[in-house]
Every structure is written in structure tokens, then in C-alpha cells.
């Protein structure tokens, strides 16, 4: 026996006769005759409303997109068909459907008070697949980054500003770096030159994020940029030690 189908249609918790018919091994037609005949009788009972088990509804037939007729059946009216069964069918039918209504009522319990409607469900996939271009083109620039050898807070940034460039929207905040010195600076501060600065920091390996951060530079000599490495307080301190001496 094949799984109950249930859905909501205005709050409302339903399955379709031709479930049921397909489940109780029923002819799609003779099932809708004897829900035509429950109808009729809980019709001649005024406290009885026929809508609270089966509400007439059509469905579009595959192919020539002919309409026919069906009932949409709720949790009762499933109830009403498996007392009038007997035997095995009757049982697993009963099995069943308690199942199907029990396991969506469940689910929407665990939704939020405002459950999405088909516009929240539609705007939902949109800025999913939007998120979903978005991450993919943070992890291609982030490759670029790697590949360009760049530190980790050198490459956040340059993900972060280009991603930011590519969709004009802020992606996140910048990660604090302290101030940050070029060779240049370095060099005029101690009466030198940006070459011998950086003879010095390769010789005693200061190029490290101990001492400060690959980054990207536009090129003195082209348009192209350049990683250049930008030293913090501590590389600052050290150079001007190692100078001293």
C-alpha cells in the first residue's frame, strides 16, 4: 500500500479521492459514486456540514488538460471511507491515513506562526539562487586570492571589496588589521631606502603575518596589480631594531 498524500488548502489538511481510491484498490469512479451517496445523506442531517469530509474539486487531465471531477477529502471524511470498508483493506487503509494526517500535522507544528505562501515561496527560490551566484563568486575570488599568495586578512579583504565592486551591496565588515606601513614609509622614517628595507626583512624572514600582510598593490610601472607585503607595528618595531644595530 503506497503512502498517503496530504496537503494544506486554506488551512485545511486534505487528500485526494484519487489517493484513496488508488490505496483502497477502489476504481477512481466508483469511489466518487459512493462519496456523491455520503454526501447526499449527511445532507439531510442540519448539524452535519458535508464539507467537513469531502469538498467537491476538479483536477486537470493529463495530456488534453480535460477537467474531472474529484473530492477533496479531509481527515473525517478518510474516517468515513475506511468504516465502510472491511477486512484488511479497511485496516491498512485506517493505518494509513491516521499516519499521513498525524505526520503533515507534525510538520506544520514545527513550521514558524506565518507559514509562506506561494509569493514567499517564489521570492524564497529567488534569493536563494541569488545567494547561491553570490557564493559561487566568492569562491572563485577567493581562489584568485590564494593563488595570488596573498595573506588571510589580505585575501578576506580582497574578497570582501571585490565582491562588493560586483554586486554594489555591502557584503560585510572589514577585518581590523591595525595600522600598516609600506616599505616606503618604513624606509623614510629611518633615513633609508624601500630596497634596503626590504633586503633586511627577506634576510630575517619579517615577511610573515607575524610582522604583517601580503596585500595588493597597484604597480609603480603599469595598470596591474602586485602583491606587496605591508608591514604592522611589530614588523615597524623590528625593522628599526635590526637598523640600529
Not at 21 to 26: D, E, I, T, Y
Not at 46 to 65: R, T
Not at 135 to 146: D, E, G
Not at 178 to 183: C, V
Request: proline share 2%.
Amino acid at each position: 500500500m503506497n503512502d498517503l498524500k496530504i496537503f494544506d488548502c486554506g488551512g485545511q489538511l486534505y487528500t485526494d479521492s484519487r489517493e484513496v481510491a488508488k490505496m483502497v484498490g477502489k476504481d477512481h469512479a466508483h469511489l466518487m459514486r459512493d462519496i456523491k451517496g455520503y454526501v447526499d445523506v449527511l445532507g439531510k442531517n442540519p448539524k452535519l456540514v458535508s464539507s467537513d469530509f469531502f469538498v467537491p474539486s476538479v483536477y486537470k487531465q493529463a495530456g488534453n488538460g480535460k477537467e474531472n471531477p474529484c473530492y477533496l477529502i479531509t481527515k473525517k471524511g478518510c474516517e468515513f471511507v475506511a468504516n465502510k470498508l472491511t477486512g484488511e483493506k479497511g485496516i491498512l487503509f485506517t493505518a494509513a491515513y491516521i499516519d499521513a494526517f498525524h505526520s503533515m500535522e507534525d510538520t506544520i507544528k514545527r513550521l514558524p506562526e506565518k507559514a509562506p505562501n506561494e509569493s514567499d515561496w517564489r521570492l524564497i527560490r529567488s534569493e536563494a539562487m541569488k545567494l547561491n551566484a553570490k557564493t559561487k563568486a566568492f569562491k572563485a575570488i577567493m581562489a584568485a586570492a590564494k593563488d595570488r599568495h596573498l595573506s588571510a586578512v589580505a585575501a578576506q579583504v580582497y574578497g570582501i571589496t571585490t565582491m562588493e565592486g560586483l554586486t554594489g551591496e555591502e557584503v560585510a565588515a572589514l577585518p581590523e588589521t591595525g595600522k600598516l606601513y609600506t616599505a616606503t614609509e618604513i624606509a623614510n622614517a629611518l633615513h633609508t631606502t624601500a630596497a634596503k628595507i626590504g633586503k633586511v626583512a627577506n634576510a630575517n624572514n619579517l615577511k610573515t603575518d607575524e610582522y604583517g600582510i601580503w596585500a595588493l598593490d597597484k604597480s609603480r610601472y603599469s595598470g596591474k596589480q602586485v602583491n606587496t607585503f605591508r608591514y604592522n607595528q611589530h614588523g615597524k618595531d623590528k625593522l628599526k631594531e635590526l637598523f640600529s644595530a
